[in-house]
């Protein structure tokens, strides 16, 4: 079956500028977590949905991140005013459910690249 | 505190070698899982591997196995025979569920870069 599909793949955006990040996760995967890779902090975890809700935003990095979840499926992680900082790729994975026990499945990424 | 710690940065080998990837990790919960990822260049992370805290059976799939000891707080991930596919960005990742939710997402060591020269 398909696997977790993010778009775009390549973003290149102005200082300053919102932008607005895609996460299409594997059918009937009802947990859905968004992370940050860049080469100074690896891979960070940012937010998870377990259904529509994210229980715990506190990982976003600062007030200009948000994310949402609507029909318990597409993501939108979105970025407001950007800053250089804010470059790197960002990835979308899903799970069968929210928990420990369950692995998590990867999307491509989304490069961003803030100028 | 750094909780996943991958010491090796980069591993290179010949093809063929046999080649240890080592992995430790902290946490105080006595419920836990592990998990190792591939991130080849295409830069998709591939999961390999889920072991629970309860379980130190070594497991082996293929040209891969992987050593779980709770005594030292390690992961070992061991490839045999290795190939030129083999060559990635390997990382290890905990779930734990100490921060209360027991859904937050992994916390991944920094990765080893394996590469495999033919």
């Known amino acids: 079956g398909a696997g977790v599909s993010q778009s775009p793949s390549n973003k290149v955006t102005e200082k300053g500028k919102d932008v607005e990040l895609r996460c299409d996760p594997i059918?009937?995967?009802?947990?859905l977590y968004w992370y940050r890779q860049s080469l100074g902090q690896g891979l960070e975890f940012l937010i998870y949905f377990q259904g529509n809700s994210a229980p715990d935003k506190s990982g976003l990095p600062s007030d200009r991140f948000s994310a949402e979840r609507t029909g318990g499926s597409v993501s939108t992680l979105t970025i407001q005013r950007t800053q250089q900082e804010d470059s790197a790729v960002y990835l979308c994975a899903s799970s069968l459910t929210s928990g420990r026990a369950y692995e998590q499945y990867f999307g491509p990424g989304t490069r961003l690249t803030v100028t | 505190a750094q909780k996943v710690t991958q010491a090796q940065t980069e591993i290179s080998v010949v093809e063929k070698e046999d080649v240890t990837l080592d992995c430790v990790y902290e946490t105080r919960d006595t419920t836990y899982y592990l998990f190792w990822y591939k991130q080849p260049p295409s830069g998709e992370l591939v999961f390999l591997i889920r072991?629970?805290?309860?379980?130190?059976q070594n497991e082996i799939s293929g040209r891969y196995s992987w050593n779980f000891q709770k005594s030292t707080s390690s992961f070992n991930f061991t490839i045999t025979a290795s190939q030129v596919v083999d060559s990635a960005v390997y990382f290890c990742a905990l779930s734990e569920g100490w921060s209360g939710g027991g859904a937050d997402g992994l916390t991944f060591g920094k990765g080893t870069h394996l590469i495999i020269q033919p």
């Open positions: 072991r629970n805290s309860f379980d130190e």
């Open positions: 059918s009937g995967h009802t947990a």
